[in-house]
């Protein structure tokens, strides 16, 4: 077993990041056998597939360093790095692009919700942003990948490139990549916004009321919940009472995915009640969940050079394992002699 994920370092950790994957990523890190390994990373080379501040990028790329080691991330057991201290995710997005297909990437929803009608005004880096995140897995030849609902695709992507590559220039029984397969929480693994039931939570959404970040003080996370959007009808007794009611839903599911417990295991417990009664609930919850993430998060932020020191030896031990993988992809496609 070979876990492998990533996150953009824009932006804060937010509470959709947490429970969509970094919450999973903490748990098979710390349920990993002997001769697992688990690869975390921050990738910096994806959020130049933006417009982006080259200061802020590389002061965002340490604080979600800190922000995944304050959740759990253990440096000393898993492998954590920055993509752009591993030159082989570069240079194996470049390799994989002769097998990827435009027709493949023409169908990613993030390319198409990101370029909207201005496709002709994007980064070449935002359409090709999929085979870099193929890349990113296939070079550690990675069994599975802790993601979001919202990262399936492109996941899917990765396994349609690896099929076609070790079909193309391997035999069957020596593959050059294995097919990775994508980790979704069954509980959370879609987290929407607090100010539309219907819009994912995101770092990119202007509204801060949006999200609950993970470094949000008590007051802060308070307000968000009380100010989150609902309607005026109760909760119901059973789930089917959801239905039609996404902000509602949202709600639940996060208290349910804090809980470690069901849809219905909350509403058995609050079914009749008003969001007067639940908000208030639910946000001592996360502010209990919080509390220790974000003391520990201040804290490692004031040492950046111990921040710089555990990014410079996992991005060794990523290249170290990378390495292989890149000279057997060279050797397939007939560039070196193998
Ligand atoms: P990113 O940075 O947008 O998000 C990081 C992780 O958080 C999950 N996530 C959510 N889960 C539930 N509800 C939400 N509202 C929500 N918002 C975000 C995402 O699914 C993701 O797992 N392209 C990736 C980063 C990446 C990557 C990779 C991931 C680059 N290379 C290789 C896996 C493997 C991204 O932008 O995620």
Known sequence: MRVVSGIQPTGNLHLGNYLGAIRNWVRMQDDLGDGEQCLFFL????????????????????EM???????????????????AQVPQHAELQ??????????????????????????EGQSVALFTYPVLQAADVLLYQATHVPVGEDQKQHLELARDIAQKFNNDFASEDAPVFTLPDPIVPPQAARIMSLRDGMAKMSKS?????????????????????????????????????????????????????L????????????GGEGFGKFKPAL??????TLRPISERFTSLLEDREALDAILARGAAQAREIAVPTLTKTYEALGLVRG
Request: glycine share 8%.
């Open 43 to 62: 990738a910096d080379l994806h959020a130049i597939s933006m417009p982006h501040d080259p200061a802020e990028l590389h002061k965002g790329t340490l």
């Open 65 to 83: 360093a800190a922000a995944l080691v304050a959740c759990g991330i253990d440096p000393s057991r898993s492998v954590l790095f920055n993509q």
């Open 94 to 119: 470049w390799l994989l692009g002769g097998t990827a297909r435009m027709g493949w990437l023409n169908r990613m929803t993030q390319w198409k919700d990101k370029a909207g009608k201005n496709r």
């Open 205 to 257: 959404d202007p509204s801060e009321m949006s999200r609950v970040n993970l470094a949000d003080d008590a007051d802060t996370v308070m307000k968000k919940v009380k100010k989150a959007k609902t309607d005026p009808e109760p909760l119901p007794s059973e789930e089917g009472g959801l239905a039609g009611r996404p902000e509602a839903l949202n709600l639940v599911t996060i208290y349910a995915a």
């Open 259 to 270: 809980t470690d417990g069901s849809v219905a295991n909350v509403l058995r417990d609050f």
């Open 283 to 288: 946000g001592e919850l996360l502010v209990e």
